[in-house]
Structure formats: structure tokens, C-alpha cells
């Protein structure tokens, strides 16, 4: 147990395999870790070493905590909330993370969180304004949002992205029905100028 404890760090994020080389009882250790407090079970196999503030404890971040579970870094976190910065009519809010990843596919539950696990082909490692955009376009039609809305304000909200950008962005991640729509609305766009 007091090889285990030493190499336990507070803040971080651990599977049960990453800690079962430091005993010879891994189960009984992390339920005694667990009921100490000094661990908290996540999920099925997934602990925290909790830090504290004086506020209490400080969770996990998202990040971290997506890694660990999918023992990868190659991942996106998207909130569908983050659509509404778009300007674009939107107006719902959502309980939920989406992580596009090559790995899993379904919903979890991760420290109180809900995400959901899409799996991607492609996507970029940060969110821009741009994939936001071509994103909101490719999910529209799972959203609980006017459609019509959405539709209607893009056209006057064009001039407000990177046009190369976002038609670089279209090809790369948009489906073949957000590819069409967005190469209508910007030769459009660019036929006003």
C-alpha cells in the first residue's frame, strides 16, 4: 500500500492498470485509496487523486480526463453550446461534451459529466471560428433549433470568417450537404461584394 500511495500524484487522473504494477492487491488498495478519500472513483477503472483549493476539491479538467479514459491525445472536445457564439440565431443550451476521436463511439458518463464519443475521420486539433461554422452545418439537423433560423442569418453573417479559411475548412470536414450549401452561399457572397 505505501508503494502505491507514493506514486500516486494529486490532480491526476489514473486507469486502474497504471497503478496495479505498484501492488500486490490492487482491488482492496483502491477501495481502501477510495474510502480514504485519497483517490475518487470516475467510472469503471477510472480514479482521481483529487486536489484541493479552499474551496474543496478541484475536478479533473476535461482534458485530462478524456485522455486518460481513452489512452490517446488524438481528440477534439466540441459543446454544442459553443454554436451559439456563431451569431447565428442559436439559442439552446446543452448538457452534454462531444469528443470526436478515432477510438469510441457512445455516451459515458465521466465524473458527473456527459459526453458523448463520436467517431470522426478527420477533425482538427483545436476549434476555430471556421470548423465551428461547418460543423453547426454538419450537425444542424440533431440540434433542437429552428432550422430555418440558423439558415436565414448565415448569408449576413459570411463576411464575419475568413472566406479561404472557411472554404478550406468546408473540404476538409464538411459533409457533402454543408459543402454544397456553404459554396452556394459564398459565391454569393462574393458576387455582392
Do not use: C
Not at 472513483?41 to 479514459?69: M, W
Amino acid at each position: 500500500m505505501n508503494q502505491l500511495n507514493q506514486h500516486i500524484k494529486y490532480g491526476e487522473v489514473y486507469r486502474r492498470s497504471d497503478l496495479e504494477y505498484y501492488s500486490n492487491s490492487i482491488d482492496r488498495h483502491l477501495a481502501e485509496l477510495t474510502s480514504e478519500g485519497i483517490l475518487i472513483k470516475l467510472s469503471q477503472g477510472l480514479y482521481y487523486a483529487p486536489r484541493k483549493s479552499k474551496f474543496g476539491v478541484v475536478p479533473p479538467s476535461d482534458h485530462i480526463l478524456i485522455e486518460r479514459f481513452l489512452k490517446d491525445e488524438d481528440f477534439l472536445l466540441l459543446s454544442p453550446n459553443m454554436y451559439n457564439s456563431l451569431g447565428v440565431g442559436l439559442t439552446q443550451l446543452y448538457n452534454i461534451t462531444w469528443v470526436y476521436n478515432h477510438k469510441r463511439k457512445g455516451k459515458f458518463e465521466l465524473n458527473g459529466k456527459q459526453f458523448e464519443f463520436k467517431l470522426k475521420t478527420s477533425f482538427p486539433t483545436a476549434v476555430t471560428k471556421e470548423f465551428l461554422l461547418v460543423d453547426l452545418l454538419n450537425q444542424l439537423e440533431y440540434l433542437a433549433e429552428e432550422q430555418d433560423v440558423v439558415l436565414n442569418k448565415l448569408p449576413s453573417k459570411l463576411k464575419e470568417f475568413h472566406l479561404t479559411e472557411l472554404m478550406k475548412t468546408t473540404q476538409q470536414y464538411g459533409s457533402g450537404k454543408t459543402k454544397r450549401l456553404l459554396k452556394s452561399l459564398i459565391r454569393k457572397h462574393i458576387s455582392n461584394e
